[in-house]
């Protein structure tokens, strides 16, 4: 058999390959009875001809999809990353298909990219996707929430205040206070925060976080250090704008801002945990194996990924899913071990 030039074979096509009517390979499809020898004869016909069903028709009948439209706004990092990888895995186990829409960049900056990343939304939404889930570091995405209007389920991947809408909920807070109580309570008064980019709302979070705690004890913040990334070129950069001794410990909004700040300073000749304890965040899987292993918030992204879509189905078929996304949790290891400076 051979394949149609020039454009998409159809049921028809397949029909006359196998030697049967267009309404036989329907029923093929349907579920209809059709016997074994047609079966298999249509079956060939599909593969041989490259056949793709066009599942449109059915979307429009169906009072479900098992379509979920993703929006993911953000650099695609570790942590998008891992949720991404979870909420797929998720999806293959719950017999649903996602339709991904990424965007780097905020698109609240231009007029363009706005527009852009709403035509996006309504393209999923004309797909039928059963449920939207929207994943953003930037306050713009309480726009797109305002846009869906309820059109479809609608589950947040983002650190907002409104808890309403925000089904997996945040972590970057609680997770940062824990990191600061642990540089607290080794004796450090004098740390330093190291944020991410101002414009992401974990990175807001976490500086809330360190300012928080250095209040509770008493002790006076310094200067916050801002990273235009979260990635070690920018902690390497921070790096050049400190002066040895202003500080004895150091919180870094990533792990990967941590990897450029100590590589920066042992250039300079200070070295972790010997001249300055310091701690990062998400754990990457490469955190252990740094020099020196690297005290840092772990953050299960693939779980809260997999929450987020569950819950998503829960919302479209009504049945209940109440798991919430993992805790953070604190890794202590030896960049915050050994520290042999003055501690006041």
Not at 35 to 54: I, K, W
Not at 136 to 154: C, E, M, N, T
Not at 309 to 314: D, E, G, N
Request: glycine share 10%; net charge negative; hydrophobic share 45%.
């Amino acid at each position: 058999m051979a394949r149609v030039e020039g454009r998409r074979p159809s049921m028809v096509d397949v029909g006359r390959a196998a030697g049967v009517s267009a309404q036989t390979v329907s029923r093929y499809f349907n579920g209809g009875y059709v016997s074994a020898d047609a079966s298999a004869r249509v079956e060939a016909a599909v593969n041989a001809l490259g056949y793709v069903r066009n599942r449109i028709p059915l979307q429009m009948k169906a009072r479900h999809t098992n379509l979920i439209g993703l929006v993911l706004l953000g650099p695609l990092n570790y942590g998008n990353s891992g949720i991404m990888g979870g909420l797929t895995r998720a999806a293959r186990e719950a017999g649903q298909a996602v339709m991904i829409s990424h965007m780097e960049r905020d698109p609240a900056t231009s007029a363009e990219s706005w527009a852009a990343l709403l035509t996006e939304v309504d393209t999923l939404l004309s797909m039928r996707v059963d449920a939207l889930i929207v994943g953003s570091p930037y306050d713009s995405i309480k726009r797109i929430i305002d846009y869906v209007d309820g059109a479809v389920p609608l589950v947040t991947l983002a650190e907002l205040p409104d808890k309403a809408v925000d089904a997996v909920g945040p972590y970057s807070y609680e997770a940062s206070c824990a990191v600061m109580r642990h540089l607290i309570a080794l004796g450090h008064r004098r740390i330093l925060h190291i944020s991410g980019p101002s414009d992401r709302a974990q990175a807001v979070a976490r500086r809330r976080a360190y300012e928080a705690e250095m209040t509770a004890a008493g002790l006076e913040g310094l200067p916050v250090l801002e990273s235009r990334e979260w990635n070690a070129a920018s902690g390497a950069e921070c790096a050049g704008r400190v002066e040895a001794g202003s500080f004895s410990a150091v919180f870094a909004g990533s792990d990967t801002i941590a990897l450029g700040f100590i590589s920066a300073l042992r250039q300079r000749g200070l070295i972790a945990p010997r001249d300055y304890a310091i701690a990062g965040f998400d754990d990457m899987p490469d955190a252990q194996f740094m020099d020196p292993p690297l005290t840092t918030a772990r953050i299960d992204f693939e779980r809260i990924g997999e929450v987020a879509l569950r819950r998503a189905v829960a919302d479209v078929t009504g049945v209940s899913y109440d798991d919430d996304a993992p805790r953070p949790e604190l890794v202590v290891r030896a960049s915050t071990a050994g520290y042999l400076g003055a501690l006041g």
